[in-house]
């Protein structure tokens, strides 16, 4: 409990433009009330275990930071917690406070509601769902959180059972590990054109990708 009796009187504090944050050590609460419209924003909480601070938060799948593709953190509470764990309906985001501040970019205006934004791809991801989690390491985050129900549809079972099999007895393109790299490689958010060619080349230099093919260092 010391580490976060500390955080109490190290987090709670208004800035200039009269927005405050508050943490109240009696309930491990994080409040935070900007003047603009005076309401008061539920920020999550505060545990310790094996003195490190867990900072928990519940938020939307669909709250996800848009242009960045990446979840936003209150850059004053990631300063003096170790890791940051947000829970959606889908599963848990966990993240350490060292990559959010190396990896991240602070957004907003100064004060205390500063942000940082830390890309998808960087928190580790525990979905309550197999399905979703095979989807999403399959597809990449950004195509595998719209997609994953057909995985679990019966025609995508049958495909890729028939595949399989075909692996087993003959050659067929491209490699498993390069189906999916088109979604992979290009996230739902920043595809505005989708071109459909003849894929693969069957000299061993596909790799997923129309109008494309591996050099000689296997590079794309």
């Known amino acids: 409990m010391e580490r976060i009796d500390k955080f109490s009187v190290i987090l709670n504090k ?5 927005n405050e944050i508050i943490f109240d050590s009696k309930t491990n609460k994080i409040v935070l009330t900007l003047k603009s419209d005076s309401i008061k924003r539920d920020l999550g909480e505060i545990k310790e275990k094996d003195n490190k601070l867990f900072y928990f938060k519940r938020e939307k799948e669909g709250d ?13 509470i990631a ?3 170790d890791y940051i764990v947000y829970q959606t309906d889908k599963g848990n985001y966990v ?11 602070q957004i907003g205006k100064p004060g205390v ?15 309550d769902n197999p399905i979703t989690a095979f989807a999403v390491k399959t597809l990449g ?7 994953w129900q057909e995985f679990d549809k019966e025609y995508m079972k049958t495909l890729a059972k028939t595949i399989r099999s075909k692996r087993n007895t003959e050659t067929v393109y491209p490699d498993s590990k390069d189906v999916f790299n088109a979604f992979r490689l ?11 060619g003849q894929e693969p080349y069957n000299d061993g230099s596909d790799h997923g990708l129309a109008f494309s093919k591996k050099d000689d260092e296997n590079n794309y």
């Open 95 to 105: 993240m350490d406070t060292d990559t959010a501040w190396t990896r991240g970019t």
């Open 64 to 76: 996800i930071y848009k242009n960045m593709n990446a979840w936003t953190i209150n850059k004053h």
């Open 186 to 196: 290009t996230s739902f958010e920043n595809t505005k054109v989708v071109i459909i």
């Open 113 to 127: 509601d500063k942000k940082l934004a830390v890309p998808l791809n960087l928190w580790k991801v525990y979905f």
């Open 14 to 18: 208004k800035d200039d433009f009269g």
């Open 141 to 147: 985050y950004s195509w595998g959180i719209k997609l």
């Open 79 to 81: 300063t003096n917690v």
